[in-house]
């Protein structure tokens, strides 16, 4: 972005006038702040972002947004006066992506938002410019930032969007407008705010909202609560994908390799693939990146050569090496019971180790039916497959007490809030035959098991 702030000021409809000094970016955070950033300043319960104003001037801000009713403005620095400073920073939003000549795509889902995002940025990367949602900004400050963040020349804007209630992600889809939409899946994560699989997969379709009108859905055929809400929009232009023959395009044989993933797809696309990522369901998040690449007008070479050299966001099926030479599956980013039995499946059919260990955190965020979805762990773990079994926090003890008297206590281990008892059966057990998973909701920090056998900081 690169606007005067006489511009910025006329978006936001102020009754100012103001320099024509250039602003190049905005922030909300004076630790990141950038030379040339429009600083905002929030107002919320524990701390008012007003305090650092004159933090952020001493760091290069140009500007500062002010509510105007905070007291005692700074005085000789230029502010811009707003009734509210996160209306203003989306209002802003909303008018930089007017202008913006980018093609926009938005992606959400219950798993697999943040690994289809960078699959698909991999994809298209190598033949245009491409900017994605950094990190998890991904709601509604979020989202602003990553699109005030954009540069003018940017080809492809690759939109994150999460939500934990109704109408967040309409909200969302209604400001970036994209031209391309995907759904990766409907899962139970935010099952405590929505109630049901049925609630959650309403609430991630509002990303229709938004979508422009020559615009298309990518979404996963194989769900039926998503085949059920197309089947209600005549008019919606849409692609499915996934395993089922009913699919645009699936994929019909797959195989795991020490080095990602095989795989072969028909429909709109024929032939092999290979990504340097491991699981299935990784494979099926490429799909969508397949498909939105051959509508760009790549070719199945072009998107063969590049997705082979894509990666993605630490701790999303990432291969680490620790010390005894044991072999980390970090995949402890986040966890819900979809993405869970994906992993699991993983860890059943993989060969690249004989000796398989799974770490598995609490899944969090499922409401009244967590005790369930826990113990319903029990049926996706192969006991002939997986050798060792350590479970970390209150709500795995579910899922303990479904194993205890089918695992033996070496083989099975639980402990509510030390990661001491895992670190140390992982040290006094596994070597270089062993495979271990890291599963967890993110709350659970696995990655703090993994640092024990690494020589991370």
């Given amino acids: 972005m690169k606007k005067t702030l006489q511009q910025i000021a006329d978006w936001l409809e102020l009754d100012q006038k103001m320099d024509e000094r250039l602003v190049t970016g905005v922030s909300i955070n004076t630790r990141t702040l950038e030379e040339g950033d429009l600083f905002i300043p929030f107002r919320g319960e524990k701390t008012n972002g007003h305090k650092y104003v004159a933090q952020a001037f001493e760091n290069g801000a140009v500007a500062s947004l002010w509510q105007k009713d905070e007291p005692n403005p ?39 938002k943040t690994s289809t995002k960078d699959l698909l940025a991999g994809t298209l990367s190598p033949y245009f410019k491409v900017q994605k949602t950094e990190g998890n900004f991904n709601n509604q400050l979020g989202l602003p930032l990553t699109i005030l963040s954009l540069d003018e020349d940017t080809q492809f804007a690759i939109l994150e969007m999460g939500m934990d209630g109704y109408g967040q992600i309409e909200f969302l889809s209604k400001m970036a407008k994209p031209m391309f939409t995907v759904i990766t899946n409907i899962g139970e994560a935010h099952m405590e705010a929505l109630g049901s699989r049925e609630g959650i997969a309403k609430a991630k ?74 699981g299935q369901h990784q494979v099926k998040n490429t799909l969508a990146a397949i498909l939105i690449a051959q509508q760009v007008g790549l070719t199945d070479e072009e998107i063969r050569n590049s997705l082979e050299n894509v990666s993605l966001t630490n701790m999303r099926m990432q291969l680490v090496n620790g010390e005894q030479g044991t072999l980390f599956v970090n995949d402890a980013y986040n966890a819900a019971p979809t993405s869970m039995k994906a992993a699991l499946e993983f860890m059943k059919t993989t060969t690249m180790r004989k000796d398989k260990w799974i770490v598995l955190g609490d899944m969090l965020e499922l409401g009244q039916l967590e005790q369930q979805y826990h113990e319903d762990l029990a049926v996706e773990i192969d006991l002939q497959a997986i050798h060792h079994i350590c479970l970390y926090g209150p709500r795995m003890k579910h899922l303990y007490d479904m194993l205890k008297n089918q695992v033996s206590a070496e083989r099975l281990i639980w402990t509510e809030q030390d990661y001491g008892p895992i670190i140390d059966s992982i040290r006094s057990q596994a070597d270089e035959h062993s495979i271990i998973l890291l599963k967890g909701s993110r709350g659970m920090a696995l990655e703090h098991i993994l640092k024990a056998f690494t020589k991370e900081d």
Wanted: glycine letters at 10%; charged letters at 20%; hydrophobic letters at 40%.
């Fill in 74 to 112: 700074p005085q000789d620095v230029p502010l811009l006066f707003v009734e509210d400073p996160e209306k203003a920073l989306q209002q802003m939003a909303v008018k930089y992506r007017g202008e913006h000549l980018a093609t926009f795509i938005g992606i959400t889902g219950s798993n697999g």
């Fill in 205 to 278: 379709f509002e990303i229709i909202q938004g979508l422009l009108p020559e615009g298309k859905l990518y979404y996963d055929g194989d769900e039926p609560l998503l085949q059920q809400l197309v089947a209600k929009e005549a008019h919606l232009n849409t692609k499915s994908f996934g395993t089922g023959p009913s699919n645009d395009l699936q994929v019909s044989w797959m195989e795991t390799t020490k080095e990602g993933s095989v795989f072969c797809v028909k429909g709109m696309v024929e032939g092999e693939f290979f990504i340097p990522v491991l």
